[in-house]
C-alpha cells in the first residue's frame, strides 16, 4: 500500500512539472504581496497548479510560517489530492480540518509522522529538515548519500538523525539553496515561511521532472 501511495505521488508530481525559468511564471498573479519578493514565481507557480491557495482574495503571505497542517496540505495536493481511505489516527487532528485528509494520507503513505504515536501538532511550525524528510521519502524511500555530502557543513550537527540522509540528499541534489546564508549553513531546525515552501517544492518538482539544470540558484547579488 506504502508502495503504491508513493508511486502515485511520483506520477502526479510529473503532470504538475513546470520547470521553467524563473521569470517565466507567474507574471500576471493577482497576489499584490509577492510582486517584487524573493519567492514571487515560486509562488505564483505553486498557486496556479493549485498547489497553495491565498490567504485572502489578494494575498499569498509569503512570509508567513508554514506549520505541520499545510505542509502536508500542499504535499497532497502536488500528489493530485488522492481518495483517502481512514483517518490519520492522530487525536489533534479533527474529521472536519481542513487537512485530515492530507494528514491521513501522507501517514498513510510513511511520508509524514506525528510528533508522538497521537499526536500530529497540526500548527506547529514545519522545519527545513523536516520537509525535507518528507520530500526525500517521498521520492526515495531511504536514499544512498554520499558520506562526504555534508563535510562542508559547518552545523551540520544540528540536524537530527532521522533527518540526515534527507538534508544530505538535498544538498547533493540541489534541492536545498540558502538565501542570505552562506553556503556552509543550513539551518536545518529553522521554521520554514510559505515562500520557502513553495521554493522548496519547485525544487523538488524540477528533480522529479529530470531536469535539474533548470533549478532556481539564487544570484549572489540579489536582495
Same mark, same amino acid.
Given at each position: 500500500m506504502k508502495h503504491a501511495f508513493l508511486s502515485l505521488f511520483l506520477s502526479l508530481g510529473l503532470a504538475f512539472s513546470l520547470c521553467l525559468p524563473a521569470g517565466a511564471v507567474g507574471s500576471g498573479a493577482p497576489f499584490q504581496d509577492i510582486h517584487g519578493h524573493w519567492a514571487e514565481c515560486q509562488m505564483a507557480w +505553486?498557486?496556479? #497548479? !493549485? *498547489?497553495?491557495? /491565498?490567504?485572502?482574495s489578494t494575498t499569498l503571505s509569503p512570509d508567513d510560517t508554514a506549520t505541520r497542517a499545510m505542509a502536508v496540505t500542499v504535499?497532497?495536493?502536488?500528489?493530485?489530492?488522492?481518495v483517502v481511505e481512514g483517518t490519520s489516527g492522530f487525536a489533534d487532528v479533527p474529521a472536519d480540518a481542513y487537512y485530515a485528509?492530507?494528514?491521513?494520507? +501522507?501517514?498513510? #503513505? !510513511? *511520508?509524514a509522522a /506525528?510528533?508522538?504515536?497521537?499526536?500530529?501538532?497540526p500548527?506547529?511550525?514545519?522545519?527545513?529538515?523536516?520537509?525535507?524528510?518528507?520530500?526525500?521519502t517521498a521520492r526515495h524511500g531511504v536514499p544512498?548519500?554520499?558520506?562526504?555530502?555534508?563535510?562542508?557543513?559547518?552545523d551540520a550537527g544540528n540536524i537530527h538523525g532521522y533527518a540526515r540522509d534527507a538534508v544530505a540528499w538535498a544538498v547533493e541534489d540541489l534541492v536545498l539553496v540558502n538565501k542570505n546564508l552562506p553556503l556552509s549553513r543550513l539551518l536545518p531546525q529553522a521554521s520554514l515561511t510559505r515562500g520557502d515552501l513553495a521554493h522548496?517544492?519547485?525544487?523538488?518538482?524540477?528533480?522529479?521532472?529530470?531536469?535539474?539544470?533548470?533549478?532556481?540558484?539564487?544570484?549572489?547579488?540579489?536582495?
Open positions: +505553486a498557486q496556479e #497548479a !493549485g *498547489i497553495l491557495t /491565498g490567504t485572502s504535499l497532497y495536493r502536488y500528489a493530485g489530492s488522492p485528509d492530507s494528514a491521513a494520507w +501522507a501517514a498513510q #503513505a !510513511g *511520508i /506525528g510528533k508522538t504515536e497521537t499526536a500530529f501538532c500548527n506547529a511550525p514545519v522545519s527545513k529538515e523536516d520537509l525535507l524528510y518528507r520530500l526525500c544512498e548519500v554520499s558520506p562526504d555530502a555534508l563535510v562542508n557543513i559547518e522548496l517544492l519547485r525544487q523538488y518538482d524540477c528533480l522529479v521532472e529530470g531536469n535539474p539544470a533548470q533549478l532556481y540558484r539564487f544570484d549572489p547579488d540579489e536582495g
